[in-house]
Each structure stands twice: as structure tokens, then as C-alpha cells.
């Protein structure tokens, strides 16, 4: 099991960058697929990116594929999420999500332990 912690969350204008991090405790967390997901006021989560255990394997959400990367550091426990061209859509809680089964689609049933969520905001 691993415990997703999130960081790097706030408010920026609308073309700004962010980078968010997911620092995972747990011996094991190379082995997890890891997942973020977001969150606007009155809708559901959505996926926006994924990684699998081999870097190379990723997935994104179709809005924000060019403006938003995901990696991992293993050496450090961590995933990030590069966001780019931030648009005020883009304002949401983000949520970082681990799969033990390795999958790293867009299925949030799939996913099962969760951080806390930080806040973005973009304003326009």
C-alpha cells in the first residue's frame, strides 16, 4: 500500500505553468501505476493523466494531451504532473491516485489508494 501525498497547488492566470507533486510512502511504489485525477465544483472526478510502472507507458485525458506531462522519480518516491497553458477549465481539486494492478488508464474504480487533493486554480 501506498499513502499519495499532493503538493504544489494554487492560483496562477490563465497561460501559466504549474507542477504538481505526489509523494508516495511505501517500499513498493515502483511497482505502482499512478494516476492523477481532478475535480470542478458540481461534477465528477475526472481522469486527467496516468504512468506506469515503466515511464514510458502514459495516458491522457484528450484536453489536456500537449499541455500536461506526467513522470515519475522512483528514487524519490514522487510523480509529477507538468501543466502548461493553463486554462481557467483547468481550475479543479487534483487528486493523485495509485494502482497496484499496474494499470494506468482512466478508470478511477481502478485505483485504489488516494491522496487528499490540492487545489488549482486559473483564473482568466
Known amino acids: 500500500q501506498v499513502r499519495p501525498v499532493e503538493s504544489g497547488g494554487g492560483l496562477v492566470q490563465a497561460g501559466d505553468s504549474m507542477r504538481l507533486s505526489c509523494a508516495a510512502s511505501?517500499?513498493?511504489?515502483?511497482?505502482?501505476?499512478m494516476g492523477w485525477f481532478r475535480q470542478a465544483p458540481g461534477k465528477e472526478r475526472e481522469f486527467v493523466a496516468a504512468?506506469?510502472?515503466?515511464?514510458?507507458?502514459?495516458d491522457y485525458e484528450d484536453s489536456v494531451k500537449g499541455r500536461f506531462t506526467i513522470s515519475r522519480d522512483n528514487t524519490k518516491n514522487t510523480v509529477y504532473l507538468q501543466m502548461n497553458s493553463l486554462k481557467p477549465e483547468d481550475t479543479a481539486i487534483y487528486y493523485c491516485?495509485?494502482?497496484?494492478?499496474?494499470?494506468?488508464?482512466?478508470?478511477?474504480?481502478?485505483?485504489?489508494?488516494w491522496g487528499q487533493g490540492t487545489q488549482v486554480t486559473v483564473s482568466s
Open positions: 491516485a495509485a494502482s497496484s494492478t499496474g494499470y494506468y488508464g482512466s478508470s478511477l474504480y481502478e485505483y485504489g489508494d
Open positions: 511505501g517500499r513498493l511504489f515502483s511497482t505502482y501505476a
Open positions: 504512468i506506469g510502472e515503466i515511464p514510458r507507458d502514459t
